[in-house]
C-alpha cells in the first residue's frame, strides 16, 4: 500500500480496502485518521486526541505473518505494535524523531491487528507512508476424492477377506 490511489489505501481511513488476501479496516481509538495523497509524500496518518494512550489501527480479517512499513515519526518518535485476535502483542518498535522516511518490520505468527501513535509526551502526529503485508498462506483443504479413494480401499481389502474366508471353507 502506498495510499496514492483508492486501490492502494488512500481512502483507507474512511473506507475499507479489499485485498486478494481479504478486508483491511483502519479506525482510530481517540485522535483522527486521515490521509494525504500527494504524489511523492502520500500517507495514513495518527493524529493525536487528548491523552498518550490512543492509536491508530488497521484490522486484517485474515492472518498475516510480516507487515513491512515506511513512516515518518512526528517529535517524540513513532511506537508500531502488531497483536493477534485476542489483542496479545506479538512484536513492537520504537523509533525517536528522526526526521526523515524510515521503514521497519514486524513480525508474528498469526498478526490481526497492526497499532501505531506517536510515543507518550511526543508531538501529537504519526504517519504511514507505505505498507507490504505478507498474508499467512491459507489453509489447504483435503482433497474431496481422498476419502472415496479410502472407502474404495476398505471395499477391495474386505471383498479380498471375503474371498480368502471362502477358498479356505471349501
Known amino acids: 500500500m502506498d495510499f496514492l490511489t483508492p486501490g ?3 481512502t483507507l481511513a474512511t473506507t475499507p480496502l479489499t485485498t486478494t488476501a481479504g478486508t483491511i479496516t483502519a479506525s482510530a481509538i481517540d485522535g483522527l485518521l486521515f490521509t494525504s495523497t500527494s504524489p511523492g509524500s502520500a500517507y495514513l496518518a495518527h493524529r493525536q486526541g487528548g491523552s498518550d494512550s490512543d492509536f491508530g489501527q488497521l484490522a486484517f480479517d485474515f492472518d498475516v ?4 512499513f515506511g513512516y ?3 517529535t517524540g518518535g513513532i511506537l508500531a505494535q502488531v497483536l493477534d485476535a485476542s489483542f496479545n502483542v506479538l512484536d513492537t518498535f520504537t523509533d525517536s524523531d528522526t526526521g526523515t522516511v524510515e521503514t521497519a518490520v514486524l ?3 498469526a498478526i490481526r491487528y497492526f497499532r501505531w501513535s506517536d510515543q507518550p509526551g511526543g508531538g501529537s502526529f504519526s504517519g504511514l507512508t507505505s505498507m507490504a503485508l505478507t498474508a499467512a498462506p491459507a489453509a489447504v483443504p483435503l482433497p474431496a476424492g481422498l ?4 472407502a474404495g480401499f476398505l471395499c477391495l481389502f474386505t471383498l479380498r477377506r471375503n474371498q480368502a474366508r471362502k477358498s479356505v471353507s471349501a
Open 8 to 10: 492502494t489505501g488512500s
Open 65 to 68: 505473518t510480516q507487515i513491512s
Open 72 to 74: 515518518f515519526p512526528d
Open 107 to 109: 513480525n508474528g505468527a
Open 147 to 150: 476419502p472415496l479413494l479410502g
